[in-house]
């Protein structure tokens, strides 16, 4: 076959699609595509709360979130790639595979954080700074510190709540109570979300030589009461926007039902401590954020924050 005016043979065509492919996976890989899209619906939620209608900043919203979120995603794996190869849930990250460089790295956060900046920025510039500052505090704070002191996990809670903030910013182009309610939130939930995750895979942080559970005796009794007693706080706080008369009684009820629930997971941990029900509860943790914040949404009273 003849394309532009140079012959190529079927499985020399063949191969150019595979690895055209292969390069999509790792760039989707690289980003880590899924979460970064699980982030934006933190913001999605924010944003509708916040009384958020209009089509074309949604748009900006989602995407320019989209594409910080996985230049944060990116950058880290630029900084850990050397500790990458150590663990058996990174080995084979693209960078460690040497299916992307670190030039091709750098160069593929610069165009994400960039154009996602200046989507949040065509929001208003309050958006584009806390778009900003999550990946400042992400990549420059949170990561570097993982090595070094389990505090790294309170740090990387401050980006890791940002999300439902600038959804809530986006909207209405001012901090206030709700943003910084809707950010208390999920910044409580951030403690027993990655500590069952570093629980779970804790050998494996181990050999990147990370130590994140808030014990040092890491898989401890300590630990798993630390656990639950961060669960336990989650039930009122996540009834702020009921107590602010900004939901009504089935945000009460639901929400008491998820947190009580939630509870019980860690409770269960701090019973056994075994690794079944830290992985159960990391489960319940990906489920309960986008049910209570869209419980939120769909619970607003009318008038209240329009």
Same mark, same amino acid.
């Given at each position: 076959?003849?394309?532009?005016?140079? /012959?190529?043979s079927?499985?020399?065509?063949a191969a150019?699609?595979?690895?055209?492919?292969?390069?999509?996976?790792?760039?989707?890989?690289?980003t /880590?595509?899924?979460?970064?899209?699980?982030?934006?619906?933190?913001? @999605?939620?924010?944003?509708?709360? !916040?009384?958020?209608?209009?089509?074309?900043?949604?748009?900006?919203?989602l995407?320019?979130?989209?594409l910080? +979120?996985? !230049?944060?995603?990116?950058?880290?794996?630029i900084?850990?790639r050397d500790?990458?190869?150590?663990?058996?849930? +990174?080995?084979r990250?693209?960078?460690?595979?040497?299916?992307?460089?670190?030039?091709?790295g750098v160069?593929?956060?610069?165009?994400?954080?960039?154009?996602?900046?200046?989507?949040?920025? %065509?929001?208003n510039?309050?958006?584009a700074? @806390?778009?900003?500052?999550?990946?400042?505090?992400?990549?420059?704070?949170? +990561?570097?510190?993982k090595?070094? #002191?389990?505090?790294?996990?309170?740090?990387?809670?401050?980006?890791?709540?940002?999300?439902?903030?600038?959804?809530?910013?986006?909207? #209405?182009?001012?901090?206030?109570?709700?943003p910084?309610?809707l950010?208390?939130?999920?910044?409580?939930?951030?403690?027993?979300?990655?500590?069952?995750i570093?629980?779970?895979?804790?050998?494996?942080? /181990?050999?990147?030589?990370f130590?994140?559970?808030?014990?040092r005796?890491?898989?401890?009794?300590n630990?798993?009461? %630390?656990i !639950?007693?961060?669960?336990?706080?989650?039930?009122?706080?996540? @009834?702020?926007?009921?107590?602010?008369?900004?939901t009504? #009684?089935?945000?009460?009820?639901?929400?008491l039902?998820?947190?009580? !629930?939630f509870?019980l997971?860690?409770?269960?941990?701090?019973? #056994?401590?075994?690794?079944r029900?830290?992985r /159960?509860?990391?489960?319940?943790?990906f489920?309960?954020?986008p049910?209570i914040q869209?419980?939120?949404?769909?619970d607003?009273?009318?008038?209240?924050?329009?």
């Amino acid at each position: 076959m003849i394309i532009f005016g140079v /012959k190529y043979s079927a499985m020399e065509i063949a191969a150019n699609k595979i690895s055209l492919i292969d390069k999509l996976k790792a760039y989707l890989v690289f980003t /880590k595509f899924r979460l970064s899209a699980l982030v934006i619906v933190s913001a @999605l939620s924010g944003f509708l709360f !916040a009384g958020g209608i209009d089509g074309y900043q949604m748009t900006l919203l989602l995407i320019g979130g989209l594409l910080v +979120t996985a !230049a944060s995603n990116g950058s880290n794996q630029i900084w850990e790639r050397d500790l990458d190869k150590l663990m058996k849930r +990174t080995e084979r990250r693209p960078i460690p595979m040497q299916h992307m460089s670190v030039f091709e790295g750098v160069i593929v956060v610069g165009i994400c954080l960039l154009i996602g900046t200046y989507m949040l920025y %065509q929001i208003n510039m309050y958006s584009a700074v @806390l778009g900003v500052l999550a990946f400042v505090m992400y990549v420059f704070l949170y +990561t570097p510190l993982k090595r070094i #002191t389990p505090w790294a996990v309170f740090v990387g809670a401050f980006p890791g709540a940002i999300p439902p903030m600038l959804g809530a910013i986006a909207a #209405t182009g001012e901090f206030g109570l709700v943003p910084g309610v809707l950010f208390f939130v999920q910044f409580t939930w951030q403690f027993p979300h990655f500590w069952a995750i570093a629980w779970v895979s804790y050998d494996d942080y /181990k050999a990147g030589g990370f130590s994140l559970l808030p014990s040092r005796e890491g898989k401890s009794k300590n630990s798993a009461f %630390q656990i !639950a007693v961060y669960s336990l706080a989650l039930i009122p706080f996540s @009834l702020l926007p009921w107590i602010m008369e900004w939901t009504g #009684t089935i945000s009460l009820i639901i929400a008491l039902m998820l947190g009580i !629930a939630f509870f019980l997971y860690s409770y269960r941990l701090l019973v #056994t401590c075994d690794d079944r029900d830290a992985r /159960k509860l990391m489960f319940a943790s990906f489920l309960y954020l986008p049910i209570i914040q869209f419980l939120y949404v769909f619970d607003r009273l009318p008038g209240v924050m329009d």
